[in-house]
């Protein structure tokens, strides 16, 4: 089984940067695929997790529509800029030990403990 910690977030303004680290362990062949997904207020509860964005084991990458164009994913980040009052929430980090780039959170069986983000306008 992977270990996931993740750190960062925390409040900024609208129009700032933000970056989310990902450290992923127990891999030991280092064959991994990592994707962030968020819960926002605007959901309605009990909702399933957002995808955000992935990247694959091999380096492929996918995003979000409403994050694409302004967001960066590595395996160890998550650099989102130009932050917009409804990219408020807590964003958590999941990996999975395979080549993959689905933007499911069932699919991921390893996360993270969950980083709040506060943007006020």
């Known amino acids: 089984q992977l270990q996931v910690v993740q750190s960062g977030g925390g409040a900024v303004q609208a129009g700032a940067s933000l970056r989310l680290s990902c450290v992923v362990s127990?891999?030991?062949?280092?064959?991994?695929?990592v994707a962030w997904f968020r819960q926002t207020p605007r959901q309605a509860p009990g909702s399933e997790r957002e995808?955000?964005?992935?990247?694959s084991s091999d380096g492929s990458t996918t995003y979000a529509e409403s994050v694409a164009g302004r967001t960066t994913i590595s395996q160890d980040y998550l650099q989102m800029n130009m932050l917009k009052p409804e990219d408020d929430g807590t964003y958590s980090c999941?990996?999975?030990?395979?080549?993959?780039?689905?933007?499911?959170?069932?699919?991921?069986?390893?996360w993270g403990q969950g980083s709040q983000v506060t943007v006020s306008s």
């Open positions: 999941a990996a999975v030990r395979m080549r993959w780039l689905r933007l499911v959170p069932a699919e991921y069986p390893s």
């Open positions: 127990g891999s030991r062949s280092g064959g991994y695929s």
């Open positions: 995808g955000v964005a992935g990247i």
